[in-house]
């Protein structure tokens, strides 16, 4: 069984993979759409892919997709743990003047969830990119919440098996 700090120190390296990723993204398009790691039972830290002919330009529709696919792998146990983020307008700006973060949910098997959101602001990317982006990131702000990915609360997914028979 997993200790509160166990639980913390897996929550950190699933946010950390993620915003370095984030920022990456940032930099690279200046735009970011849903995305999720997951860390697998060898203690791994993997992005998450959809293997679907198209994927939605809807980032709603990206997301909800997302959180059944890592849904289903944590309830098959080949998880023990996921971070899902996506980019955010922040309703009032951060304690640093920025108006975007990026939300993360991160949940550890056996209960710990987190919803962790990191107020970010680009610099640059003008005049064709002569002027290179930067991202800077403000201080990140942590709440507890329910958690959906291993509990019973995240929507009840039916086994392949049990799609085609009905």
């Known amino acids: 069984m997993k200790t509160e700090q166990d639980n913390r120190r897996i ?3 699933l946010m950390n993979t993620a ?3 984030a920022r990456v993204i940032l930099r690279r ?8 790691y997951a860390m697998n039972r060898e203690g791994e830290v993997v992005r998450q892919t ?5 994927l939605p330009s809807d980032p709603q529709r990206l997301w909800k997709l997302l959180g059944e696919h890592v ?5 098959r146990g080949l998880v023990q ?16 003047g920025y108006a975007d973060a990026v939300a993360m949910a991160i949940e550890v098997e056996g209960g710990y969830a987190i919803e962790v959101t990191v107020p970010y602001r680009i610099y640059g990317g003008q005049l064709r990119n002569l002027l290179p982006r930067r991202i800077a990131v403000g201080k990140p702000v942590m ?12 929507p009840k997914l039916v086994k392949s098996s049990e ?4």
């Open 71 to 75: 849904q289903e792998r944590a309830q």
């Open 50 to 54: 959809l293997e679907i002919p198209r």
């Open 143 to 154: 709440e507890e919440r329910e958690g959906r990915i291993f509990g019973t609360a995240g």
């Open 29 to 36: 398009y200046g735009e970011l759409g849903p995305f999720g």
């Open 81 to 96: 743990a996921v971070a899902m983020a996506a980019n955010v307008s922040l309703t009032e700006p951060s304690a640093e």
């Open 19 to 21: 915003m370095t990723y």
């Open 163 to 166: 799609r085609h028979s009905a």
């Open 11 to 13: 929550a950190t390296q």
